[in-house]
């Protein structure tokens, strides 16, 4: 499809939603939008209470912070692990004999792979394809998806990509001198939609998420778990568990019980920053985590930065209008798409609201509810519209017979010149 047939097709929304887009996009529009959803655990009683498992850190265990008045609140799902979880939803899960994706939301964004370096082959690789028979294993290819890459556009390893990095940068340097977002609107979009920050390139350039989400349960109880591994220790005679008993000694690498030979009870956390016994009493906070009990509510804030938005623009008002208009609609569809809420083993939730409620925020006043929301249907078609001016412009530099590449591959010695660079010139990326 030509670039003006595109434009001509650029609003297959009602007339009524369309006024939607232009008012929350206008310069005098609200400052974001925010959906609240309540959560339930799938085995919540019928009060909504259940047993979750919160996500576990280094040394704290779970993140819970105890409030003023006493409540504790469990960080149940970060911000980072669910922009990672929402940039998913555009990533392409096979084609069909057409060559049409099976997830229609895959074509609304370019699939950029990585090509890693091949496993196998000197090292046994083709030893172990004779063993079980199967050539592909010397052969094994290992490619990444732009779209699971911790960074986004810029990961290292996309900048260890010398067919590839090279357009990324020229996307960053018009975006940190220009202002102009086009470019990167059209290789990485979900880059400016879920945050990225080029802190290991040359522009150094950082744009905050459009879309962020948090999960959070609310008057929290703690629980603690304990379990007791049995071997075959027991029935062993004495000469086999002295003999083990010298060899661990002698090894002094692994204890018996860390190769299933011992019994082991898992009481305690492994760490040594806190005492296990307090008063000659089991101290709670060295006991192994059981979960939380969700007394209150567990609830999914989304909000869509629509300043942060209209920070981005293009070469021109028309062409600003067309990075808003398309990023716009990514956002919406991620924030409204029904994710699946298997976060973790022990964490499985449910919505608990047939419907949701989407408000705008105004710069003064009071959230105003949103009373006729866009349909999946229409924010898809009106990403389809939009995604297409962006496929035309796809850099040259990213060309080949005047088709797009998707796949480039990793180099070493591209990853190894990263390692040259001082710690000051490459700060830690702090968007997930």
């Known amino acids: ?42 085995e919540a009683d019928e009060n909504g209470r259940g047993i979750i498992f919160p996500p576990t850190y280094a040394d704290i265990g779970y993140n819970i912070d105890t409030l003023a008045d006493g409540t504790r609140v469990a960080t149940i799902d970060t911000v980072g692990s669910q922009a990672n979880r929402l940039e998913s939803i555009f990533k392409s899960t096979g084609k069909n004999d057409k060559g049409e994706e099976l997830n229609s939301l895959a074509s609304l964004v370019p699939q950029i792979e990585i090509v890693l370096p091949k496993t196998g082959g000197k090292k046994g690789g083709k ?26 556009s810029a990961d290292a390893v996309v900048l260890s990509c010398p067919t590839l990095a090279p357009e990324i940068a020229k996307a960053f340097e018009a975006l940190r001198n220009k202002g102009n977002a086009a470019s990167l609107c059209a290789i990485a979009p979900t880059s400016l939609v879920f945050g990225v920050w080029d802190s290991r390139g040359g522009s150094g350039e950082k744009r905050p998420r459009l879309v962020r989400s948090l999960i959070r349960a609310w008057d929290v109880e703690v629980l603690h778990s304990a379990a007791q591994f049995n071997s075959v220790w027991k029935a062993l005679n004495e000469d086999a568990k002295k ?101 973790r083993e022990g964490c499985l939730l449910r919505y608990a609201d047939e419907k949701d409620e989407w408000k705008t925020v105004p710069r003064r006043g009071e959230p105003r509810p949103i009373e006729i929301f866009p ?22 530099g990213l060309k080949e017979q005047g088709k797009p590449v998707l796949e480039h591959e990793f180099n070493i010695e591209e990853a190894k010149k990263l390692l040259a660079k001082k710690d000051g010139d490459a700060p830690a990326d702090a968007l997930g």
Do not use: C
């Open 1 to 42: 499809m030509t670039t003006q047939a595109a434009e001509a097709t650029i609003s297959p929304l009602s007339d009524e939603t369309s006024k939607f887009f232009e008012t929350w996009l206008a310069v005098d529009g609200p400052v974001a939008l925010r959906l609240r959803q309540r959560l339930f655990p799938v």
């Open 127 to 152: 030893k172990l394809a004779q063993t079980q028979g199967d050539a592909d294993v010397a052969e094994h290819i290992e490619k990444r998806s732009l779209l699971d890459l911790a960074h986004r």
């Open 243 to 343: 003999e083990l008993t010298a060899e661990e000694k002698k090894k002094g690498k692994l204890e018996l019980s860390a190769v299933g030979l011992k019994d082991a009870p898992a009481t305690f956390r492994k760490t040594d920053k806190i005492p296990q016994f307090v008063g000659g009493a089991p101290n709670p906070e060295a006991r192994v985590l059981g979960g939380v009990l969700a007394k209150g509510a567990i609830e999914r804030d989304v909000t869509i930065n629509l300043v942060a938005l209209r920070g981005l623009r293009g070469k021109d008002d028309k062409e600003t209008k067309e990075v808003q208009q398309y990023l716009l609609s990514l956002a919406l569809l991620a924030a409204t798409v029904d994710l699946e809420l298997f976060l």
């Open 375 to 396: 349909s999946l249907s229409q924010l898809t078609e009106h990403a389809q519209a939009a995604a297409l001016l962006f496929k035309s412009k796809w850099p040259n």
